[in-house]
C-alpha cells in the first residue's frame, strides 16, 4: 500500500468503524501524516514498513525540534493507535511503536471556578431579550450537567424531558441521562417555551440552541459568548468551554457525590479521567490549609 492508501483506509476505519469524533479524527490523521512526511525526507521507509528506528528517530527529531512533552506525548499516542490498526488488519507486520514511550511529567489540573464566581458568571445574562433568555439557559444547563461543549450545541429539541428534570445526552454510541436542578429547569422552561420558537428560522428546526439567525450554534458562537460573560462579571481567571465541566465535577465531589456518579454524568470511559478531580480537591484543601492555620 501507498502513504496515501494506507492514510485512506485509517480515516475510514476511524470515521466509520471507531465513530471518532471530528476532533479526534483530524489529530490522528495529521500526527500520521507528519511522520509520513518524515520518513519520506529522512528515511528511505514507508509508513507500511517502518521500523523501530524510524519511529524512534521521529521522536527523537519532534523533541530535538523543540516539541512540548504534551504533543510529544499525543504523536505517541497517534502512531500506538496508527500501528495497532495496520497489524490488525495486515497490512504492517510488526508493531514498531513498542520502543516509543511517552516522557513523564506533572499532570496539569484544571482550573476551576469558586462557587461565587459560578453564580457570578450565572447571573450575568440579563433577560431583557432573546439573547439573554438563551445565554442564561446555556450557562444554567452546562453547570448542572458538566457535558461539553461539543455535547451541548449538538443537543435537539427532543434531548430535553422538562418535566422530568433530566437531560438526554448522546455521546458517540453511548446516551447518557442526567437530572437538572431546578433553576436551569426554569431558565430552560422559559427559553423553550417562549423564546426559541421566535428565535428558530424553520418551523422544523431540530437544534436545542440557536444563534441569532435562527440556525444551530457553533462552537466558536459559544466561546465569544462565553469570553464577554467573563469580562463582564470581571473573573480575572481564565474561563475556557471547559470550565463549567471542571467546576461542576469538583463541586459535586466537594460536597460528598460518589465519583463513580460523576464519571457516568461526564461519560468518562476510565475513571482515571475522573481521578484528577480528587486530586483537585485535595490541592485546594491543602492550599487553604495553608493560608489558613496560624502555624502552617
Not at 512526511?37 to 521507509?45: E, F, K, P, R, S
Not at 461543549?149 to 445526552?169: K, P, Q, W, Y
Request: hydrophobic letters at 35%; proline letters at 3%; one cysteine or more.
Amino acid at each position: 500500500m501507498t502513504d496515501a492508501q494506507c492514510l485512506e483506509a485509517y480515516e475510514i476505519y476511524l470515521r466509520d468503524v471507531k465513530k471518532s469524533s471530528k476532533n479526534t479524527l483530524s489529530s490522528y490523521l495529521r500526527d500520521v501524516r507528519q511522520l509520513g512526511a518524515y520518513l519520506d525526507g529522512h528515511t528511505t521507509a514507508s509508513l507500511e514498513d517502518a521500523g523501530e528506528e524510524d519511529l524512534c528517530g521521529y521522536i527523537e527529531h519532534l523533541r530535538s525540534d523543540g516539541k512540548s512533552i504534551a504533543t510529544v506525548s499525543r504523536a505517541i499516542a497517534s502512531l500506538k493507535n496508527f500501528y495497532q490498526y495496520m497489524v490488525a488488519n495486515g497490512y504492517a507486520g510488526d508493531n514498531p511503536t513498542g520502543k516509543l514511550v511517552p516522557d513523564k511529567t506533572t499532570q496539569k489540573l484544571p482550573q476551576i471556578l469558586t462557587s461565587k464566581e459560578v453564580e457570578l458568571l450565572l447571573a450575568q445574562p440579563e433577560c431583557v431579550d432573546m439573547k439573554g433568555y438563551r445565554d442564561r439557559a446555556m450557562l444554567e444547563l452546562l453547570y448542572a450537567t458538566g457535558i461539553r461543549v461539543s455535547e451541548l450545541i449538538s443537543l435537539n429539541i427532543t434531548d430535553v424531558n422538562l418535566s422530568a428534570g433530566v437531560l438526554r445526552c448522546q455521546s458517540r454510541e453511548k446516551t447518557r441521562v442526567i437530572p437538572l436542578y431546578p433553576a436551569a429547569v426554569r431558565a430552560l422552561t422559559e427559553y423553550i417555551n417562549f423564546i426559541r420558537p421566535q428565535m428558530i428560522a424553520a418551523p422544523d428546526e431540530q437544534s436545542l440552541f440557536v444563534n441569532i439567525g435562527g440556525e444551530r450554534m457553533s462552537r466558536q458562537g459559544f466561546w465569544k459568548i462565553i469570553k464577554s460573560y467573563q469580562q463582564k462579571a470581571g473573573i480575572e481567571k481564565t474561563i475556557t468551554p471547559h470550565t463549567l465541566r471542571h467546576s461542576f465535577a469538583a463541586h459535586l465531589l466537594e460536597n460528598g457525590a460518589d465519583l463513580h456518579a460523576i464519571q457516568e454524568m461526564l461519560g468518562h470511559a476510565d475513571i482515571s479521567s475522573t481521578q484528577v478531580y480528587s486530586h483537585l480537591v485535595k490541592k485546594q484543601l491543602k492550599d487553604v490549609y495553608n493560608k489558613a492555620h496560624p502555624r502552617a
